[in-house]
């Protein structure tokens, strides 16, 4: 069973659950963090806070905006994460353009 606890006015709000086994009776352990800061959120990604609040504002990236404030679950996170991951290709199969060809009185 899920409930909610805070820590005082400026903690942030936190799902908890009672660990199997290693807590006491009753005392439930905190299961992570919920959501995000901006700021928190391009620590973790190892981008610019800028580059993440941009994305968001339009609409490219996974986010959550509470009122007015955007936050990030770890599930946002992860989706910004693999959306971003490209293959290895090798070097013989990189494409190339072709020279562009210009246009006049040759």
Known sequence: MNQRTSGGPDQPIRATEPAAG????GRPQPIGQLLYTPAEAAVVLRVS???LRK???KRLIPCT???RLLR????DLAAIATHGHRPVQPIGARRRNPPRRRSGST
């Open 22 to 25: 290693n807590a006491p009776e």
């Open 49 to 51: 806070e800028s580059w």
């Open 55 to 57: 994305k968001a504002a």
């Open 65 to 67: 905006f509470m009122g």
């Open 72 to 75: 990030f679950s770890p599930a």
